[in-house]
């Protein structure tokens, strides 16, 4: 049975930190390219769910173990990744502790997502999302 | 730059019929393998976001134009289809008209939600997450 070629899947995760005042979230400096910085996240591996793979990246990246809370949205503009077409359900997890930055992050840091740098991918989108998400409890917005 | 093997992605859409009393959803009878009743919907092309993919694959297999409402949810586990893993966010839509069977649909028929027929890989799961949205609102439920 032939199964066509599809996008690549991967998923990204959203991480208040919900013990430091404002519930900061942890950005990651991408060691790999594209460079810069961006939200934590990573290409699924066959035979495991989405929950599962999200809070794998998010642990291999930052070393914290998340909370899922909810879906954000799905992000499927063919142009957003410049290694190929990509989709990305993104998730809002939150953790407490103390996030170190290993595996494709070289550093980290926290952000209130209103002064976040400038970010690779298009993952200056999903961070209006997510304010949104923060401000109105918008969640999943279609893009056509 | 390499990139992963990944699970390939399809997407779904629950079409409701907007025109007719109650409200019923369209399921297809499919010609291929797994063959059984089924959502309407199929893989995503390299190049399409997902809302085009699966405004493309309705019109395909029901002939129908249908407008998107919202996201219902992605499944993604590994056991879903029994052709390899492959994950499916899954659109609520609406559409007016005669509905009519074509591409991998066999043929198609109007179902109330609460009376649908055993249906083909874990579809049986996304009705009931579709009755919960209809009857409570709920979205995009998590699972682990």
Do not use: Q
Request: a negative charge; proline letters at 10%; charged letters at 25%.
């Amino acid at each position: 049975m032939t199964r066509p070629a599809t996008p690549a899947i991967a998923v990204d995760a959203i991480i208040e930190m919900a013990d430091r005042p404002g519930r900061p979230i942890v950005l990651i400096e991408r060691r790999n390219p594209p460079h810069g910085w961006a939200i934590p996240g990573g290409f699924v591996d066959v035979g495991e769910t989405l929950e599962a793979a999200v809070m794998r990246e998010a642990k291999e990246e930052t070393s914290l173990d998340v909370t899922l809370k909810c879906l954000l949205g799905i992000y499927s503009d063919p142009a957003r990744d410049p290694r190929g077409h990509t989709v990305t359900p993104v998730y809002i997890a939150e953790a407490h502790g103390e996030p170190r930055a290993a595996d494709d992050a070289a550093s980290l840091e926290l952000f209130d997502p209103h002064n976040c740098p400038a970010l690779a991918f298009d993952h200056d989108v999903i961070i209006s999302d997510y304010i949104e998400y923060r401000e109105r409890g918008r969640l999943t917005p279609l893009r056509f």
